[in-house]
């Protein structure tokens, strides 16, 4: 949140011009909006944060690439980064980290005992459980130990990533070491999965953001994963939607309907099995940067049962391969006069006034209303 | 003492009541082929006019027709008239009949009629800020309060009745609802109040979509000031045609002294209208608006001839002309419905509406129905005054 001052002096050349008060706060709310808060939840985390109310997030990195890392850090609208590092207090993370070695194994010591049952757990990677869980060590202890020490302090526990929600990459047959997601080395502790390879940041943010500013949660299915964000598959908010349900399918790479954008479904596209907002909030704040954005098929990351197992290019079951009948037109006709309508509607409009015309001369005709009694 | 209300007797079936069966039975039809093609192909509705003539004429205009129940109540409840007690049952009786066939014809109207019987219990997801939420939950209370306020006619009759269960029934009943009639009678004073200015609160929410010449903040005042003028001109042309029809004591001495009010109604309606347009710097409209120009014109004058008949003594003494005068008050107040939720509303460039046939055919089974319902519960149950008694033969 730092701004440089227009003629202060600066000892260091300024590359980042910092995030200004109203950038702050979009951001604020497009994470509260990617956890399906309202804008105003945006502005109660924006406020939480400048206030110092900034959540303390330790970062565990077990199997896996850094790639959601790096996409956290790679977002492209200048200043992103900082103020991503700006909204949480990252007390511990092995790629951010300028310490090593046993000062680093005190970071996380300190960080964990100093917010204990308070602080958000962030893991990223898988953990390896074959052989004693050998495979993946870090100062001496496996990951299953660190998860299960750290993770037991913790407030909140997010697996960040395919990797740590479900095995991701390093659980592909073979599965060579037996690698499996954080749920299944923390049985009975909420998980909050938020799958993808890699997974949108903001939908990181968004979950840590609320948990820091009102304690709570988004809600999850039954995977872990939030409804705000999982709830539907890729294939209903798609953009190629229309060319799906008009029957034009890109049939080879390169060919007429991919140059033109069609729907990527014969080419294995895995949208339709695959619950991810990919559709809507795209990463890195480029507009149409994910994988069916730039022409080629979903290939199912945020799905346990898909990613690296299903063949790339073989194609899944549709529930619904046509939409319903009862979906509004984009058309709809617009009415119109018919004759006979018409032609009805003035001979029953005039026989009515004539009617009541003809009854009331009768009327006036008819003999003065006697008086009785 | 004539004054008192007795069964007109008679045969139910007439040749006119068998006509009327025919128009109710064309009309049922219809309304089962809605049930089961649905809207769309019955009706000419479209997402630009998702209400036609079964919201505009049946539940608007029926609703504002059956306000005699509500004026007549006005004038012998709040300003204890009660010389004018012999109109209230006739005209409550049109009043039940015309809110009721309204809720039915809303169950035909709404897409997912099946839901409707929940919006009552469904208080937590009510939106508090929806015009049409009133509408419907007083439109549906109301139903009740006006059977209620019926219910003596049913429990009188009964109660002299043959022994049985709905004896026995009346005479329990009877005491309660004696002593909670006065507070039922208040409610039935309130909730017209309420939805009937709020069907002008929901042309007003159209906004942009009404023609400026319509679209005013006053519209509720509108729709309340000419409701009530439309129901003494119900009451009016109610009460010419039973006597006649059922040849029993002319009310038109009492019919004409409401005259004074009803013109005074009328006259306010013309002076608000006119005093909004012109203060909101909206009067040039009313020559330039084309069609719609002509529509208020004749909507001005529909108002502005009955206000002025009425001024006459001798006029407005004349049965023949005194009818007149009811028809063009209900005109009037049926016109200025009618234009604000149909005729000068437009939901964009390329949208028409035109009843389709199966629609009208509808609107007039219900209206039959309603005629054959009236006619069998004057024939057999204590509400009009001063009838003969084996008089209703025609």
Excluded at chain 2, 141 to 146: D, E, G, P, S, T
Excluded at chain 2, 247 to 255: C, G, N
Excluded at chain 2, 260 to 289: H, K, P, Q
Aim: proline share 7%; net charge positive.
């Amino acid at each position: 949140m730092q701004r440089s001052q227009p003629g202060a002096v600066s000892s260091t050349p300024d590359y980042s011009p910092g995030v200004d008060r109203r950038d702050f706060i979009k951001i604020c709310c497009m994470a509260a909006a990617a956890v399906g808060l309202p804008p105003a939840a945006g502005l109660k985390m924006a406020e939480a944060v400048a206030k110092g109310l900034k959540p303390s997030v330790i970062w565990l990195h077990f199997q896996e690439c850094t790639g959601c890392t790096e996409t956290l850090l790679r977002t492209s609208h200048p200043g992103v980064a900082e103020l991503i590092l700006d909204l949480i207090s990252l007390d511990y993370s092995e790629t951010l980290l300028a310490a090593a070695g046993k000062q680093a194994e005190e970071a996380l010591h300190a960080a964990m005992h100093a917010h204990e049952g308070k602080f958000v757990c962030v893991v990223e990677g898988a953990i390896p459980l074959k052989d004693g869980g050998i495979y993946c060590q870090i100062g001496g202890r496996t990951a299953k130990a660190i998860m299960e020490e750290v993770g037991g302090k913790a407030g909140a526990i997010i697996a960040i990533g395919s990797c740590a929600s479900w095995g991701g990459i390093p659980s592909a047959d073979p599965n060579p070491t037996g690698a499996v997601g954080a749920p299944a080395v923390l049985p009975g502790k909420t998980v909050v999965t938020i799958p993808g390879c890699p997974a949108n940041p903001y939908n990181l943010l968004g979950t840590v953001l609320q948990y820091a500013t009102f304690g709570t949660l988004p809600a999850l299915d039954s995977k872990g994963r939030p409804l705000t964000s999982y709830a539907r598959v890729i294939h209903e908010d798609c953009p190629r939607r229309p060319h799906f349900d008009a029957g034009r399918f890109v049939r080879q790479f390169g060919d007429e309907g991919h140059r033109l954008g069609w729907c990527l479904y014969q080419m294995g596209c895995k949208g339709p099995a695959t619950h991810a907002n990919c559709s809507l909030q795209h990463f890195g704040e480029v507009p149409g940067a994910w994988p069916i954005g730039i022409g080629h098929p979903c290939f199912g990351c945020t799905e346990q049962t898909l990613a690296f197992r299903a063949p790339l290019h073989a194609t899944v079951g549709i529930d619904r391969p046509t939409p319903p009948d009862t979906y509004p037109p984009i058309h709809p006709e617009r009415g119109g006069v018919s004759a006979v309508a018409t032609g009805v509607a003035g001979l029953v409009g005039g026989a009515l006034i004539g009617a009541g015309l003809m009854a009331s001369k009768k009327l006036g005709e008819g003999p003065s209303p006697q008086k009785e009694e | 003492m004539s004054d008192r209300a007795v069964p007109v007797g008679g045969p139910i079936v007439t040749p006119a009541f068998r006509w009327l069966m025919l128009v109710f039975g064309v009309g049922v039809v219809m309304a089962g082929w809605r049930f089961i093609a649905g809207l769309g192909p019955v009706t000419a509705l479209s997402d630009g006019y998702p209400w036609g003539i079964w919201i505009a004429f049946d539940v608007v205009v029926g609703t504002a027709l059956g306000c005699g129940g509500y004026s007549m109540a006005i004038l012998v409840y709040i300003f204890n008239k009660g010389k004018y007690h012999p109109l209230v049952r006739p005209a409550v009786l049109t009043s039940a009949l015309g809110y009721s066939l309204a809720a039915v014809a809303i169950v035909i109207d709404v897409g997912r009629y099946w839901n409707i019987w929940k919006l009552p219990f469904a208080w937590r997801w009510w939106n508090l800020s929806s015009a049409l939420l009133e509408v419907a939950l007083c439109v549906m209370a109301y139903v009740i309060v006006l059977w209620l306020e019926m219910s003596p006619v049913f429990l009188e009759k009964w109660k002299d009745g043959p022994p049985g269960l709905l004896r026995n029934l009346a005479r329990s009943v009877s005491p309660i609802l004696d002593r909670a009639l006065l507070w039922i009678i208040a409610l039935g004073l309130l909730l017209p109040t309420m939805h009937q200015s709020s069907l002008g609160s929901v042309m007003l929410l159209a906004h942009n979509k009404l023609h400026p010449l319509w679209h005013t903040p006053l519209l509720p005042l509108l729709f309340l000031v000419s409701c009530i003028a439309m129901g003494y001109g119900v009451v009016v042309l109610e009460s010419t045609l039973s006597s006649r029809a059922f040849k029993r004591k002319d009310e038109t001495p009492m019919l004409a002294s409401l005259g004074g009010v009803t013109s005074g109604l009328l006259f306010a309606y013309v002076i608000i209208r006119l005093v909004d347009l012109a203060g909101r710097g909206r009067l040039g409209l009313v020559f330039t608006s084309g069609w719609l120009s002509f529509w208020f014109l004749v909507e001005l004058a529909l108002f502005l001839t009955p206000a002025v008949m009425l001024l006459n003594a001798r006029t407005r003494s004349r049965t023949g002309s005194l009818f007149r005068i009811g028809m063009l008050v209900v005109l009037a107040g049926s016109l200025y419905r009618f234009v604000t939720y149909l005729i000068a509303f437009n939901p964009g460039p390329g949208w028409s509406y035109f009843p389709a046939v199966p629609e009208m055919l509808v609107t007039f089974g219900i209206v039959a129905f309603e005629i054959m319902v009236y006619i069998i519960l004057v024939k057999r149950f204590p509400i009009l005054a001063g009838a003969r008694q084996g008089a209703g033969a025609h």
